[in-house]
C-alpha cells in the first residue's frame, strides 16, 4: 500500500477567503444585533406615541368638562338675564368642538395602541395597559460632535455596514491573491516489490509551485466584481 499527502505551504488567496469567512460570521452577529436594535427601538416609539396619546386624551377630556361648565354657566345667565343667546351659542359652539377633538384623541389611543399590539406581535384582542406616565426627565447636555462620535461609535446598523466593507474588503483581497502562486510541499510513502521478502520502502518528497495562467480572465472579472462591490460598500457607509 502507499500513503501520500499534500500541505500548502504559501497559499494566499485560501488565508484571504478564510478572513472573509470570519468576517461574514460577525458580519450575521452584527446585523442579527441590529434587528434586535431596530425592534426594540420601535416598540419604544410606538409605546412612548401610546403615552402622549393617552396624554392627549386626558386633555381633551378635561376641555370638554370645562367647556360644559361654561355652557352651562351662559345658560344661567341667560336664564337669569344677564347672558344673551350670543353667549350660549358660543358656548355651544366651544363644546362641539371639544367634543370633535375628544373624539379623535380616543381613536388616537386606540390606534397607537393596535399599533404597539401588531409589533409586540400579540394578539389583537389582547387588552395593552401602560403603566408609565409621560415625564420631562433631564439629559446630559451634548454638542453636536460629541453626538456624533458616539452615534458612529454605538448605533449597529453603522456598526454592520462597517463590517459589510470589511467582508467586501477580504473578498476583494483574496480575489487579487488568486494571480498570485501557491508553494505547496507533498510525500508520498509506499513498498514495492513483487514478494514478501522483497520489499522495498520507497518515499518521495518534494515541492510543488503553481502559477495561474490559464484562467487569467475569469481571475481579472472575478477581481473586478469583488473590487465593486467593495466600492458600493464604501459609499454606502459614507
Known amino acids: 500500500g502507499r500513503v501520500s ?5 504559501i497559499n494566499l488567496s485560501a488565508i484571504q477567503n478564510w478572513r472573509a469567512a470570519k468576517a461574514n460570521r460577525k458580519l450575521s452577529e452584527q446585523e442579527l444585533t ?4 431596530e425592534a426594540m427601538i420601535l416598540v419604544a416609539s410606538l409605546y412612548l406615541e ?4 393617552r396624554e392627549a386624551l386626558k386633555v381633551a377630556e378635561a376641555d370638554i368638562n370645562r367647556d360644559k361648565r361654561l355652557l352651562q354657566l351662559a345658560l344661567d345667565k341667560k336664564k337669569a338675564g344677564s347672558g344673551t343667546e350670543l353667549d350660549v351659542m358660543h358656548a355651544e359652539v366651544e ?13 388616537e389611543v386606540t390606534r397607537s395602541l ?11 384582542n389582547e387588552e395593552i395597559k401602560l403603566s408609565d406616565e409621560l415625564l420631562l426627565t433631564p439629559v446630559r447636555e451634548m454638542n453636536f460632535q460629541d453626538a456624533l462620535v458616539l452615534a458612529l461609535k454605538q448605533r449597529p446598523d453603522l456598526i454592520a455596514q462597517r463590517q459589510h466593507e470589511l467582508v467586501a ?6 480575489a487579487a491573491a488568486e494571480w498570485l502562486p501557491v508553494l505547496e510541499a507533498f ?11 522483497d520489499v522495498t520502502e520507497v518515499w518521495t518528497i518534494g515541492g510543488q509551485f503553481t502559477l495561474p495562467i490559464w484562467d487569467s480572465f475569469k481571475r481579472h472579472g472575478n477581481f473586478k466584481q469583488n473590487k465593486s462591490q467593495l466600492e458600493q460598500e464604501k459609499n454606502r457607509t459614507l
Not at 34 to 37: C, I, Y
Not at 96 to 107: G, T
Not at 187 to 197: A, I, L, V
Open 5 to 9: 499527502g499534500t500541505i500548502p505551504l
Open 34 to 37: 441590529s434587528t434586535r436594535e
Open 50 to 53: 401610546g403615552i402622549r396619546n
Open 95 to 107: 363644546v362641539s368642538k371639544a367634543q370633535e377633538n375628544l373624539e379623535i384623541a380616543k381613536m
Open 114 to 124: 393596535l399599533k404597539l399590539t401588531n409589533a409586540l406581535g400579540i394578539d389583537l
Open 169 to 174: 474588503l477580504r473578498k476583494k483581497d483574496a
Open 187 to 197: 510525500g508520498d510513502y509506499g513498498k514495492n516489490g513483487k514478494e514478501f521478502d
